[in-house]
């Protein structure tokens, strides 16, 4: 599994990228911390989770209160969001959000077109000896052109 990972670490850029990763379940949202398995993946990947050192959840200590003002504040270049339940359904209700509010407009991930939706079956629950295959899955999101 290690070779596997590094394996992709190698094919990539080793540019730092600043990245905020968004949990969202029919609850609401949430940031998710180094500790999860999307931010787990990025600093794998060397890149900088815009919400670490942020103070968790109390139930969830892989995860903060979301916050769009704070979001706005750390503007992260790329954004991934996780999440728990219908998938389409939660890619159609953030796409409009984002494309309506204009605080979500001024976020560089959203006005590059960075947003990516990560597969429930490697970012939910984690994914054991699938772990190289979400590492290669979050990477190919950034570089696509690498993985061709």
């Excluded at 769009?68 to 796409?95: A, C, R, Y």
């Amino acid at each position: 599994m290690d070779a596997k990972i590094q394996a992709v670490r190698d094919k990539i850029p080793q540019d730092k990228r600043r990245v905020s990763v968004i949990h969202s379940t029919s609850q609401g949202l949430s940031v998710q911390l180094d500790g999860s398995i999307a931010g787990s993946i990025a600093k794998m990947l060397g890149w900088d989770n815009v919400a670490a050192g942020t103070t968790p959840l109390e139930n969830n200590p892989d995860a903060a209160p979301y916050s769009l003002e704070t979001l706005v504040s750390q503007n992260p270049e790329l954004l991934f969001v996780t999440s728990m339940g219908e998938l389409s359904t939660i890619k159609s209700e953030m796409d409009e959000t984002m494309k309506t509010n204009p605080a979500w407009q001024s976020v560089d991930a959203v006005k590059q077109g960075r947003v990516y939706y990560l597969p429930q079956d490697l970012f939910l629950l984690s994914p054991g000896i699938h772990y190289p295959e979400a590492v290669e899955q979050m990477a190919k999101c950034v570089y696509p052109e690498v993985f061709k």
